[in-house]
């Protein structure tokens, strides 16, 4: 049986989102498996995403991707701990849920699940920090403080801006993108959409050209690619009544006791795939300029580290021994109950 004095690969640590899952093993550099959160172990994509908006939603397809991760890992679950990311925003009743599906679903001697905006902190190496993660179907502003997500206060901050509606939005603004899937979308962003400096008076028109897809098809896109990423930092403009994504971090900070303010907003982390387009970091770094009162850092990580923080993040995690003390045990779940365990260990 596991325990955490093992010197390596202690846990299997799986990483779900509502656009994306990765897995594999503590103490390795990346993944070892990277899917959609709808592919399923016949290399298709008709699964549900098992999170939607930081919420549950779907018990029974979080345990195929469990059962999926153990076997193309090729490890017996007895002989390791499962070390899972949660929305920085989940419920603690969705996170009991999780620690359920784990010990009566599966043999794993012990379970922990930590916010996807902590593991991204650490994936950096910094244990202090505010992050803004936008993601597939929202976007989070978490501020964390040596290691621990506030969730004592109201400092998490959700806003419905997010990497969909970004897709929606230059589907608006050119039709004949309104046929392409998620991957294909997200293509497109990365790869052309760009962020501009500051907000933008007028955009001139520019000639249509092609982009090739990842399936070798073509489509005409214009500047769409640059006048959609203002949604991020001007969503009044678009008709969503929300703050931008620097008035969020302003928000969240201003939630936390003044004497964290100063350490915490030594490092902002942006992170998400969305995060990833050109000019992202230094339009962010520009407008909270005129916004906050305190030196800050924003950690601009290139394209390739931003692609699994939360994974390399747990990876890290699942290998220290500071955080053997707070791992579910499964004799802890059956003496002392979900709720009550929970509770004790997962205010995190």
Request: charge should be negative; glycine fraction near 8%.
């Amino acid at each position: 049986m596991a325990s955490d004095t093992d010197e390596e690969n202690v846990a299997v640590v799986l990483d779900v989102g509502s656009y994306h899952l990765s897995y594999g093993m503590s103490g390795d550099d990346i993944p070892k498996f990277s899917r959609l959160a709808t592919a399923t172990k016949d290399d298709t994509n008709n699964g549900q995403a098992p999170v939607y908006k930081a919420k549950l939603v779907d018990k029974e397809r979080i345990d195929e991707i469990i059962k999926m991760a153990v076997e193309d890992l090729g490890v017996q679950p007895e002989d390791k701990f499962l070390l899972m990311s949660n929305p920085a925003s989940m419920s603690m009743e969705d996170k009991m849920s999780l620690c359920e599906i784990v010990f009566e679903s599966s043999t794993f001697p012990g379970f922990l699940t930590l916010s996807e905006t902590t593991l991204g902190l650490y994936s950096t190496g910094r244990t202090s920090g505010l992050c803004l993660d936008v993601g597939h179907t929202m976007t989070t502003a978490a501020p964390v403080f040596e290691g621990y997500p506030l969730t004592g206060c109201p400092s998490t901050i959700t806003s419905p801006i997010s990497g969909l509606q970004l897709d929606e939005l230059l589907k608006k603004f050119n039709p004949k993108l309104a046929g392409l899937d998620s991957v294909a979308m997200t293509a497109v962003k990365k790869q052309l959409c760009q962020v501009a400096e500051n907000e933008p008076t007028m955009i001139p028109e520019y000639e249509m050209t092609d982009f090739v897809l990842p399936d070798e098809s073509k489509v005409f896109v214009g500047n769409e690619t640059k006048r959609a990423p203002e949604f991020l930092f001007s969503p009044h403009y678009f008709g969503v009544k929300s703050p931008g994504c620097h008035e969020m971090i302003y928000n969240s900070l201003h939630k936390v006791d003044p004497d964290g303010h100063k350490e915490i907003i030594e490092n902002v982390l942006p992170m998400g795939g969305t995060t990833r387009m050109q000019g992202f970091a230094k339009r962010l770094q520009l407008e909270l300029l005129g916004v906050l009162d305190y030196e800050f850092n924003v950690i601009d990580q290139s394209p390739a580290e931003k692609e699994h923080m939360s994974w390399i993040g747990g990876s890290i995690c699942g290998e220290l021994t500071t955080f053997a003390q707070m791992w579910v045990f499964r004799s802890e779940f059956e003496e002392e109950g979900v709720e009550r365990i929970c509770k004790k260990k997962f205010m995190f």
